[in-house]
């Protein structure tokens, strides 16, 4: 059996990993993710990269969650002529059904804008290019089959799945892969997809599974130990405050999926415990609104606490005054407000949507806030914002950062290190190969040494992008 691991190697977007494997007389090719390239140019260039082999070859796709940096280039995958199923959850279908043909949406507007800039003679540099179209992202759902948490399926003579909860996202897996070569033992392959941090918020706990042959493991936040959700509550409450108090507005640039629901459910809460006063919400982002929506439909799938917030917040709606905005229209709306208002968009990383336009309305006015609660991956423009840039270039415009940035680290919808060493620990004996994905070099450096001196595991290797590992 051969991994190859295309992407999220080296870095925290692009998850794509080959196993090919000698199974009932043939060879057998498939995906575990098929994610996009986030951050800059230098992401750009991969997405457009044409894949070592012909997406022809590949027998089907494993999918562990609908965050694009997982999913977003399987309609290029099906457009290029992979017709083999797509295998996800339940919740992971339905958000694929909003997220890939947003997606589809988003590469076309940025184009279109990049392109009518241009003649304005407003653009400098290259323009964006579009991945796929609207139709492609639908021919992808077509391919896709839903698998339910703890069923486990056999997807060809020798190769059985099984999705346990990751506790990351609604629909989150973590893939438990039985591969039985011929004329060899049976191997069992995990994919951690994304590990949730125990204890977070909306998500239930990331299972834990007993045991391993191989393990691919993420490691966005390998080095890093997460602040407690107290801490976290008390500097979301204290920017808040002080920001309302001084008639600025809060800008949080958010996931639509996972992190929106996530700060809408704190701040909620937080009003609930009159540890906040009434608040104005707008969420502008018509995936985040279809994500909320979402979520109230997998109620089930939730952590028992958050349930009952949601419940307590349907019999007190004017506690929040909660408002998502459909059209592009009441959105530009949202720019004669100069005070007082939550605003939360995407995307998360500040590179397209409409958080770009709040970006550019509200980062010249020292009284606003932007508070950043998520990953933001080397070269995205959350991350310049992070590091402090005196100005940042949107839409080809420069435009000066007066607004005082936030970044508060607790909401992760990652597992820190010790969760990810938590998660470790209950394999209950050592696996013949750790692989660490999914991390920053320093991150998956940091983990894959703690691993190795903590758990006293041999074998882990940290994978270079496009090289093939014999398993
Ligand atoms: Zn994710």
């Known amino acids: 059996m051969k991994i190859q691991f295309l992407g999220a190697a080296g870095e925290v977007t692009g998850s794509r990993h080959s196993v090919q494997a000698a199974v009932g007389g043939r060879d057998i090719r498939f995906m575990v993710d098929f994610g996009m390239f986030q951050g800059g140019r230098e992401a750009t260039t991969k997405n457009l990269e044409p894949l070592p082999f012909s997406p022809k070859e590949i027998d089907f796709v494993v999918l562990t969650h609908a965050h694009i940096d997982h999913s977003g280039l399987l309609p290029r995958l099906c457009a290029q002529g992979f017709t083999g199923p797509i295998y996800c959850t339940d919740a992971t279908f339905e958000l694929l059904k909003i997220m890939l043909p947003d997606s589809a949406h988003l590469q076309r507007s940025d ?86 941090m125990k204890g977070k918020l909306l998500m239930p706990d990331p299972a834990i599974i007993a045991q391993a042959d191989i393990v691919v493991v993420e490691s966005t936040y390998g080095d890093r130990l997460h602040k407690t959700l107290a801490d976290t509550e008390t ?57 909320t929506h979402l979520t109230q439909h997998f109620f089930a799938q939730l952590d028992k606490e958050s349930q009952s917030t949601f419940e307590w917040f349907k019999k ?27 605003i939360i968009s995407a995307s998360g990383m500040c590179d397209a949507g409409r958080i770009v336009h709040h970006l550019q309305n509200n980062l010249p006015r020292a ?105």
């Open 111 to 196: 184009v279109d804008r990049a392109v009518r800039r241009k003649k304005a003679g407003k653009w400098r540099g290259d323009l964006p290019v579009a991945l796929y179209s609207i139709e492609e992202a639908e021919l992808a759902l077509g391919q896709c089959e839903v698998l339910a948490y703890g069923k486990s399926i056999e997807l060809c003579q020798g190769i059985g799945l099984e999705f346990q909860n990751a506790g990351h996202i609604l629909g989150s897996a973590i893939a438990i892969m039985d591969i039985s070569e011929d004329h060899a033992k049976k191997k069992r392959c995990v994919f951690s997809g994304d590990i949730g």
């Open 235 to 291: 500097e979301l409450i204290k920017v808040v405050t002080e920001t309302l108090d001084g008639r600025g507005n809060i800008v949080i640039p958010a996931f639509a999926v996972g992190r929106t629901q996530e700060i809408l459910f704190l701040l909620i809460d937080l009003v609930k415990r009159n540890l906040l006063p009434h608040l104005s919400i707008w969420v502008d982002s018509p995936m985040a609104t279809a994500a």
């Open 316 to 342: 007190n709606p004017s506690a929040v005054d909660l408002r998502f905005i459909a059209d592009v229209e009441e959105s530009k709306a949202l720019n004669k407000i100069k005070g007082g208002a939550i």
């Open 367 to 471: 009284q606003n806030a932007i508070v950043i609660t998520g990953f933001q991956a080397y070269g995205s423009l959350g991350r310049r914002l992070v590091d402090r840039a005196a100005k940042v270039r949107l839409f080809g415009e420069e435009v000066p950062v007066r607004a005082s940035i936030h970044t508060i680290g607790g909401l992760s919808a990652h597992a820190d290190q010790a969760g990810l060493l938590e998660w470790l620990r209950g394999f209950q004996s050592e696996p013949q190969l750790v692989f660490v994905v999914h991390g920053e070099p320093e991150a998956s450096a940091v983990l894959a040494q703690t691993i190795r001196e903590e758990l006293e595991w041999k074998n882990v290797t940290i994978p270079e992008r496009l090289h093939s590992y014999a398993c």
